[in-house]
């Protein structure tokens, strides 16, 4: 049985941290902050690591099955028997995954931010914040009860609004942050909107007896809840669907992705850690979480989810071909890499082979986390040495930074899916998945991957080959070992994690699944991701004017995607003209004069009564006699003659 | 000659009422105020002595009511010049017209 205070204290360390960094921070640990920050985090990774070697391979399996343990569950609210919030950890294969993806990616961030982050005036508070982060993610993918993931969830989202505004002079970042949040939460009502419907539909707001009243097609609650309809679609539709806008919206998937772009705007390690490598794989964790429910009762959302993944992985892709930004690339990239993950679930079975999909993604997650982290902190590495974010600033650095170029070069290799690096495995089954079940999804896929090889290339030649540097003044080198040691150690996992044989301990039953491997199959992506590499360097690595002119000649569309498809745009046009004209200009107007105007009358007309009966009140002793002696004629008169 | 009777004396506490009240409403001076409400008080004390005689000859309340009355009337005057004395040491004046300032 797992031990729950190890469990426990995983979280709870980088808790820990946040707190005493975050009150005493700025005064006692000015200058220990990162240390006590990553010892922390050290800590809650050896024992996450601790804890995933025995989950998976002392207690974890029983009769050949992984199982889910519940080691720790405290009722938090209750609101009638079955129905309560709780706060508890579920320990499966996926969430021990998770927590060792979460941990370590954030150790890496932790040491890497040491170097990159020094000399920064509110350097004890991004620590904080960076413990905040932490500590709500490893809570988020622990959460047995769906609306304990749903508190995570906002905090996750609102570690990532601080961190992402962290310049707050910065008027940029300051909008980013705000954009980020809003459409986020924007998200999150739908995820909220989903959890009451799918719990009032179960009855219960645990994951288990959620997942279990909902997947059997007998009971009652499923019968009631197909039997009632809204536009068409029955009620655990519609839930399953806002749930799933929830993670669309945290994964930034088309169309809810305009934040992540934006998001950039937080320095380079932060990115790496929430905007690439965790926090944007929430909503791909979330499905996941809930696959059961999406794949046997409503298999038509899983189609959205096969098909809003796979959009959004080639629209990222093609405009990451056009940005300049190295981070923007990577950002775009991201949402492609997620869109991958979103439609391998989507694509996916529940069930023994079927399930292959489940893997894939969850593969997939593991091994992206890896390289996207690497590729975020070794762009840092030569913004820290550049001080630009602009590609055109940069060209022929492999001799200034030898080992970002050398790591840099195999996480591309590997988000190229070129074999033997942990891209190519992932990306194989996922392809394999979409192949067993939707070609038109397997197209999108594969068109994609060679968009990819294309893109990160690009960017790997213009940043290393292409021009040759200017001589840039200050040579303080590549930042220390600080700074190298994340960038080996990523890199030693975006080349081997590929060898982890996933499907043994990620399926969706907890049934092992057999790796499939076929030479053949594999050829078609391989080549695609090859010719990408090979246009890429036939364009990129010496400074020349073939780029140009293949934009200028396909003309619309580069600039349609130069411009992220205007989407930005669009958002703008719909909000600002339309909802403000339409629903915003009236309201106000409402407002201003019906509501306001209601309120101002009952405010004048007390004014001007009072304002005429004060001079009543005159002080004259002989006119409040006149008053006293006319009232007494009237009674007087009253008495007499009406009420005899 | 012919015996006084009630309606006589009600006519005369009537009058004595009005004319109390006039001087009350006209009057500026406080001291003649003072005096109207005296014989406003008078005035209720005829109308009590007037029906205790010829209404109910055998009682007495009305008689104690009476004295009541002008104890209180007593009492009355002693507070209200007392106030009169007050107000014009800080306001120089006996006169209500310069009284008015006391509403705030």
Redesign the interface.
């Known amino acids: 049985m797992p031990n729950a205070t190890i469990i426990a204290l995983i979280p709870l360390l980088p808790l820990a941290g946040f707190l005493l960094l975050g009150l005493f921070g700025r005064k006692i640990f000015k200058n220990s902050s990162g240390l006590i920050g990553t010892a922390l985090l050290l800590t809650s990774t050896i024992l996450a690591l601790y804890t995933a070697y025995e989950y998976f391979f002392v207690y974890g399996k029983v009769d050949g099955v992984y199982q889910q343990f519940i080691p720790l569950k405290l009722t938090w609210l209750e609101f009638s028997p079955g129905l309560s919030i709780d706060m508890g950890m579920a320990v499966d294969s996926i969430s021990v995954m998770m927590l060792v993806v979460v941990t370590f990616i954030s150790l890496m961030v932790h040491i890497y931010s040491l170097g990159y982050m020094k000399g920064e005036e509110r350097f004890p508070t991004y620590y904080a914040f960076l413990g905040l982060f932490t500590f709500s993610m490893l809570g988020l993918v622990l959460s047995c009860n769906i609306f304990q993931i749903y508190i995570f969830w906002e905090l996750v989202g609102v570690s990532s609004f601080l961190l992402i505004g962290f310049y707050y002079d910065k008027p940029s970042a300051v909008a980013a942050s705000k954009k980020a949040f809003i459409v986020t939460r924007f998200a999150d009502l739908g995820f909220l909107i989903g959890i009451l419907i799918l719990s009032n539909s179960s009855g219960t707001l645990d994951f288990n007896t959620m997942i279990a009243t909902l997947t059997s097609p007998d009971s009652d609650a499923v019968k009631t809840a197909t039997a009632s309809s809204f536009l068409g679609a029955s009620a655990l539709t519609w839930g399953a669907a806002l749930v799933f806008i929830g993670g669309a919206g945290k994964s930034a998937m088309f169309p809810l992705h305009i934040w992540l772009p934006d998001a950039m705007e937080g320095p380079t390690p932060v990115s790496a850690l929430i905007h690439a490598a965790t926090m944007v794989v929430a909503g791909v964790y979330l499905v996941a979480r809930l696959f059961p429910v999406f794949a046997i009762t409503v298999p038509a959302v899983l189609e959205i989810v096969g098909w809003v993944g796979a959009v959004s992985a080639i629209i990222a892709a093609i405009i990451a071909c056009t940005q300049t930004d190295i981070k923007r690339v990577l950002a775009y990239s991201t949402m492609s890499q997620i869109g991958y993950m979103m439609f391998a679930l989507g694509v996916s079975k529940y069930g023994g082979e079927g399930g292959l999909g489940y893997t894939a993604s969850m593969f997939h997650l593991f091994t992206h986390a890896m390289f996207k982290a690497l590729l975020f902190l070794g762009a840092g590495a030569v913004i820290h040495y550049v001080h630009s974010n602009d590609m055109n600033d940069m060209g022929g650095l492999r001799k200034y930074l030898p080992v970002t170029h050398i790591t840099f070069l195999i996480a591309c290799l590997a988000i190229a899916g070129v074999p033997p690096f942990a891209g190519f495995f992932s990306k194989e089954e996922i392809l394999l998945a979409a192949y067993q079940n939707n070609m038109a999804i397997y197209w999108i896929a594969l068109i994609t991957s060679g968009l990819t090889a294309f893109y990160m290339f690009r960017l790997y030649f213009s940043i290393f080959w292409n021009k040759q540097p200017e001589v840039h003044g200050d040579k303080h080198g590549e930042g220390g070992f600080v700074m190298m040691l994340p960038l080996v150690l990523l890199a030693v996992g975006a080349a081997a994690a590929g060898f982890i044989p996933f499907g043994e301990f990620v399926s969706t039953d907890g049934k092992a699944l057999e790796s499939h491997f076929h030479l053949r199959f594999s050829v078609a992506p391989v080549a695609l991701g090859l010719a990408g590499i090979l246009t890429a360097l036939w364009l990129y690595k010496k400074q020349n004017e073939k780029p140009v002119r293949l934009a200028s000649s396909l003309g619309g569309l580069y600039k349609a995607a130069y411009h992220k498809f205007y989407i930005d745009e669009i958002y703008l046009f719909i909000t600002r003209k339309v909802l403000f004209n339409l629903i915003g200009k009236p309201a106000a107007w409402f407002d201003r004069n019906v509501v306001d105007g209601l309120i101002n009358l009952t405010g004048n007309t007390t004014q001007a009564v009072s304002e005429g009966i004060k001079k009543i009140?005159?002080?004259?002793?002989?006119q409040y006699?006149?008053y006293f002696?006319s009232g007494v004629i009237i009674l007087a008169v009253l008495f007499i003659y009406v009420w005899r | 000659m012919m015996e006084p009777g009630l309606y006589h004396i009600l006519f005369i506490s009537a009058a004595l009422f009005f004319i109390g009240?006039y001087g009350?409403?006209?009057r500026r001076n406080l001291i003649t105020?003072l005096m109207s409400i005296e014989l406003i008080l008078n005035s209720v004390n005829l109308n009590f002595i007037a029906f205790n005689k010829y209404l109910w000859p055998g009682k007495l309340d009305g008689l104690f009511f009476t004295l009541f009355i002008i104890a209180i009337a007593a009492a009355e005057a002693a507070v209200a010049i007392a106030i009169i004395i007050n107000l014009y040491r800080s306001h120089q004046s006996i006169d209500?017209?310069n009284?008015?300032?006391?509403?705030?």
């Open positions: 009140q005159s002080g004259k002793v002989q006699a006149i002696l | 009240v009350f409403l006209t105020m209500v017209e009284a008015e300032d006391l509403k705030y």
